[in-house]
């Protein structure tokens, strides 16, 4: 089947395809070709309110639902995307820009949360506690938080929807989401398949357009009781402060400034792959990108000739195209940002040491490895979001746990060695929601997803997923003696 199938435009509100009240779309452009490939509801806050109207009344009965019955469902979500890998993974390549293998990669990795959390629906068990006097029986009930808003973005629009609508649905919540603009029509095709799947009208809505004015609808409204946001710490900062007015729970994924540490111990040639697949996925575009590159003085040759000899067989590209393994940035905009911190790394001192060939076009950068990079370049202090890398030397442990804690940010790290004790004292040192040890691709459903410091709170996948998406209840039921 063609991509074409799934392409969408308008918004799907409680159940119906519909347009913005006042008709306004807007496009959706492949960063490869350039080409628009559909056009899109331009929505804002009054389809926003007619959404969470939806979500409130389909979450009754949808919560009601025993938990076997809400399993089937999800489990039926995801046979269909499996069944529909090849044109949904052709849709977000279009879309999106990322080479077609890692999409097909990530319609897989969507739909393993989705059948993760259909399994986990039928495990939300309460307690029984012993009460401290006879007389009374103490109980803790899980229930579903209420309406959630999912707010995601562009550089996985399958699998960071994926990962936030499974476990809602599966603790009994209704959703609505706001996709980025850039990506939206990833998330119709799931919304779509969803209610193939059996999802009732109203417990999934999926709407673009007016960002801001959609953000400010959903953190105001005394209906939503949850918001779930993946994003830049600068935008999570801001709807953390708007969601305060009306004090709802809150699971935020934010950026990242993961450092990369290889030790004079390690497996090298490991070490490159891992790196290889850390920086280069997605065209650095993830928030778990390798952005710090800390190589020990005894390996630092040896480890950035072979990295250069690896990143010089990467094909830049149209992610359509066989053997491209690094597509488009998102945009124009992305590749200025990118294009400024390479320019303030060498203007303070960073040397090139391998820029290779990009395909033409106006999103791509060519894959970059620097070294000789400090802590005063902004490639060491933000977040990249593209397929330069870093370098930089150091000397002792405790010089790289140093450096690597040196920030705000504290999603995932990486550290390559053979030495188990230093495995763990560094595993234990890092300020870090994640650690990769000798592994560059850490994330799946059934791990905990999330960091500390500024990149944010709550954790996706896991058996600790549906902990955000349930409140606690305690029930004190007395007169229980004779
Ligand atoms: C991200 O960039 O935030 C997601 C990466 C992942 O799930 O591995």
Redesign the pocket.
């Not at 575009?285 to 990108?289: A, D, E, I, N, S």
């Given at each position: 089947m063609a991509y074409e199938h799934f392409l969408r435009g308008g918004a799907f509100i409680g159940g119906q395809w519909s347009q913005a009240e006042d008709r306004t779309e807007f496009p959706v452009v492949n960063p490869a070709t350039g080409e628009e490939i559909a056009r899109v509801a331009n929505c804002g806050r009054q389809e926003t309110a007619q959404a969470i109207g939806a979500a409130v009344r389909a979450q009754r009965e949808w919560s009601a639902l025993p938990a076997k019955k809400r399993a089937g469902v999800l489990r039926a979500w995801h046979d269909l995307l499996i069944a529909n890998q090849e044109p949904l993974a052709r849709l977000l390549t279009a879309e999106q820009g990322k080479p077609l293998a890692e999409a097909r990669g990530e319609i897989a990795?969507g739909a393993s949360y989705i059948e993760w959390f259909a399994e986990e629906a039928k495990r939300i068990n309460g307690d029984v506690i012993p009460a401290p006097s006879g007389d009374k029986r103490a109980i803790c009930l899980k229930q579903p938080v209420g309406v959630v808003a999912c707010i995601t973005?562009w550089?996985?629009p399958n699998?960071?929807l994926a990962?936030k609508i499974a476990p809602a649905l599966a603790a009994g919540c209704a959703v609505v989401c706001k996709p980025a603009n850039e990506t939206p029509l990833s998330a119709f095709a799931l919304a779509a398949l969803a209610e193939d799947a059996g999802v009732p009208a109203g417990v999934i809505s999926v709407l673009c357009g007016r960002t801001e004015e959609i953000g400010r609808e959903l953190t105001s409204s005394k209906s939503v009781r949850k918001l779930t946001f993946?994003g830049s710490t600068a935008v999570g900062k801001k709807l953390m402060s708007d969601c305060a007015g009306s004090v709802k729970r809150m699971s935020m994924?934010l950026g990242?400034n993961a450092p990369f540490i290889v030790f004079d111990d390690a497996d090298i040639d490991a070490a490159v792959t891992g790196l290889m697949a850390s920086k280069f996925?997605?065209a650095g575009?993830?928030?778990?990108?390798a952005n710090r590159i800390l190589v020990q003085d005894g390996v630092y040759d040896e480890f950035s000739s072979k990295l250069v000899r690896a990143v010089q067989n990467l094909k830049v590209g149209d992610g359509m195209e066989d053997g491209v393994g690094v597509g488009p940035l998102i945009s124009e905009k992305a590749v200025e940002k990118v294009s400024g911190l390479i320019e303030d790394a060498c203007e303070k001192g960073a040397k090139v040491l391998y820029a290779g060939a990009s395909a033409s076009g106006p999103c791509f950068v060519n894959p970059t490895v620097l070294e000789d990079v400090s802590a005063d370049m902004r490639v060491f202090t933000d977040e990249i979001f593209g397929p330069v890398a870093p370098l930089a030397r150091f000397a002792t442990e405790d010089e790289a746990i140093r450096i690597a804690n040196d920030t705000d940010y504290g999603?995932?790290s990486y550290v390559y060695t053979r030495d188990m004790a230093r495995i763990w004292r560094i595993g234990e040192s890092l300020e870090y929601g994640m650690v990769g040890v000798n592994e560059g691709?850490?994330?799946n459903e059934a791990a905990p997803?999330g960091g500390v410091k500024e990149s944010g709170f709550g954790r996706?996948g896991s058996k600790y997923g549906l902990d955000d998406y349930l409140e606690l209840k305690y029930m004190c039921i007395g007169g229980i003696d004779k």
């Open positions: 990795y973005p550089n996985f699998a960071m990962r993946t994924e990242g996925r997605n575009q993830t928030c778990v990108c999603l995932a691709i850490i994330s997803f996706e």
